[in-house]
């Protein structure tokens, strides 16, 4: 296991759509998906997409338990691999969470989505999946797989916002060229 590289906004690989992963999983794609959790845990961070370590599958992993509250001094965890998911319904209902994101580093904004998702989406074996899912673990998910899309969160904020953001990952990070 090793971690690696997070990239940063607006690196080209982030805005880029990501491929669907074929089964059965390489032995590459497994070292990529513990990477992936070490690199998540390490950082820390709630998820990680494939696209933020600069590879373009429809792949994420989150664990929203183990930087809970409520898991406060103990070390609970729950790592959740999400293999070509997608969102095959979503509530009416929004919920509005302060959202960051570790390829847009020390930045946080409030984002509104729809409160619950139904997911589809496939394990480490292939295995079809779906189930719903609210609150922060539904913001959460629609964090992650919009980085499938080549989507961040930063999107759904105005273009000045944007622009400013832009204007700073490149001052401080040297981000996106
Ligand atoms: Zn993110």
């Avoid at 979503?90 to 994101?101: L, M, N, P």
């Amino acid at each position: 296991m090793s971690i690696r590289r997070i990239l940063i906004y607006p690196d080209p690989v982030l805005t880029t759509p990501a491929k669907q992963v074929k089964f059965p999983l390489t032995d590459e794609l497994r070292e990529l998906i513990s990477d992936m959790a070490e690199t998540m845990y390490d950082a820390p961070g709630v998820g990680l997409a494939a696209p933020q370590v600069g590879v373009s599958l429809r792949l994420a992993i989150t664990d929203t338990i183990w930087r809970n509250e409520d898991n406060k001094g103990t070390d609970t965890r729950d790592l959740k691999v999400w293999i070509n998911p997608e969102i095959i319904w979503h509530s009416e209902e929004t919920s509005v969470f302060e959202e960051g994101c570790l390829s847009v580093p020390e930045t946080y904004e409030e984002v509104e989505r729809p409160a619950a998702v139904r997911v589809r989406w496939q394990d480490e074996h292939g295995t079809r999946l779906e189930a719903d899912f609210e609150g922060f673990m539904a913001t959460a998910l629609q964090h992650e797989f919009d980085h499938l899309d080549g989507k961040l969160f930063v999107d759904y904020l105005s273009p000045l916002k944007r622009r400013m953001i832009i204007k700073r990952m490149k001052k401080r990070f040297g981000a996106g060229g």
